[in-house]
């Protein structure tokens, strides 16, 4: 017995660079501000924090935190990070939000 028609189509994939995905990271302590950091390499990430002056260093590309990998990133990469104090901003778009 002969299965016509049942072979999955293929279609071709067209190559290009895919969209940044939306992420809010909330919490920019430690574990917050390292993911904020790395995701914001190849995505649009928004950091939520309570605490203004972390926020303002942030934004500033500057560490409050010790760690000379996220203080040279910072520092020297071309990053798509916001921090914000506003919850609503820091939601709006978003795709995926980590806790941390």
């Known amino acids: ?3 016509r028609g049942l072979a999955p189509k293929i279609t071709p994939m067209i190559h290009s ?7 809010t990271v909330v919490g920019t302590g430690y574990v917050g501000l390292s993911l904020a950091v790395l995701l914001a390499r190849h995505h649009a990430v928004k950091a939520l924090d309570i605490d203004a002056q972390r926020v303002e260093r942030i934004n500033q590309k500057k560490s409050p935190i010790h760690d000379p990998l ?4 910072l520092d020297q990469e071309t990053l798509n990070l916001l921090a914000t104090t ?12 980590i806790v941390a």
């Not at 660079?17 to 992420?23: E, F, G, N, Q």
């Open 86 to 97: 506003d919850a609503s901003t820091a939601y709006a778009d978003a795709q995926f939000v």
């Open 17 to 23: 660079a895919p969209l940044p995905t939306h992420v």
């Open 70 to 73: 996220i203080e040279k990133t």
């Open 1 to 3: 017995m002969k299965l």
